[in-house]
């Protein structure tokens, strides 16, 4: 069955960067796109960016430009979302979704404090 | 940016009863897509292309519309509905959602 598992909660410092990732199984990785999301706990959820797996081609939510950094790995089917220089505004819960979001990783949360 | 305004925020239903939530976006779009989200969970496909069940949805949900309004509908309330659901688009970049209706049983 298909699978995203992603990494555990981190906790970083403002200034810091963070490497999120999404390990899948159960489908051909490399004929997938995955989208990434940001939701604040309470709050609605925003649409980050897209990586096709095939080729690491990507788009971006103008609003994470510079902020995120979508890449794949297809040797172990996993995708990555770097999150550069962190302030308390990214504290949320990061997921990754398979193509329309007809799956889900279970999400992780970042924090980011002093 | 497309901005899709979901309504009612919040609502209660009791069991049996009928609720319609309604999403309406400012750009027409191809197609809606709703999700349903329980507390700590990750969101799940619940409906998509407007009108399509995703795997294991119970038949008393539905979803309908076209262009620039879309509505979700659940015939008949179950405890187990109670959540939150959102509305998206794929159609247009930045992919947008709804700000969320939160269901709660009566």
């Known amino acids: 069955q298909v699978k995203l598992q992603q990494s555990g909660a981190e906790l970083v410092k403002p200034g810091a960067s963070v490497k999120l990732s999404c390990k899948t199984s159960g489908y051909t990785f490399s004929t997938s796109y995955m989208s990434w999301f940001k939701q604040i706990p309470g709050q609605s959820i925003e649409w980050i960016g897209m990586i096709y797996a095939g080729d690491g081609g990507t788009g971006y939510n103008q609003k994470f430009k510079g902020k995120a950094t979508l890449t794949v790995d297809t040797s172990s089917s996993t995708a990555y979302m770097d999150l550069s220089s962190l302030t308390t505004e990214d504290s949320a819960v990061y997921f990754c979704a398979r193509n329309w979001g007809d799956y889900w990783g279970q999400g992780v949360m970042v924090t980011v404090s002093s | 940016e497309i901005v899709l305004t979901q309504s009612p925020t919040t609502m209660a239903a009791s069991p049996g009863e009928k609720v319609t939530i309604t999403c309406r976006a400012s750009?027409?779009?191809?197609?809606m897509y709703w999700y349903q989200q329980k507390s700590g969970a990750s969101p799940k496909p619940w409906i998509y292309e407007t009108s399509k069940l995703a795997s294991g949805v119970p038949d008393r949900f539905s979803g309908s519309g076209s262009g620039t309004s879309y509505s979700f509908t659940i015939s008949s309330m179950e405890t187990e509905d109670a959540a939150t659901y959102y509305c998206?688009?794929?159609?247009?970049?930045?992919?947008?959602f709804g700000s969320g209706t939160k269901l709660e049983i009566k």
């Open positions: 750009s027409s779009v191809s197609y």
């Open positions: 998206h688009q794929w159609s247009s970049t930045p992919f947008t």
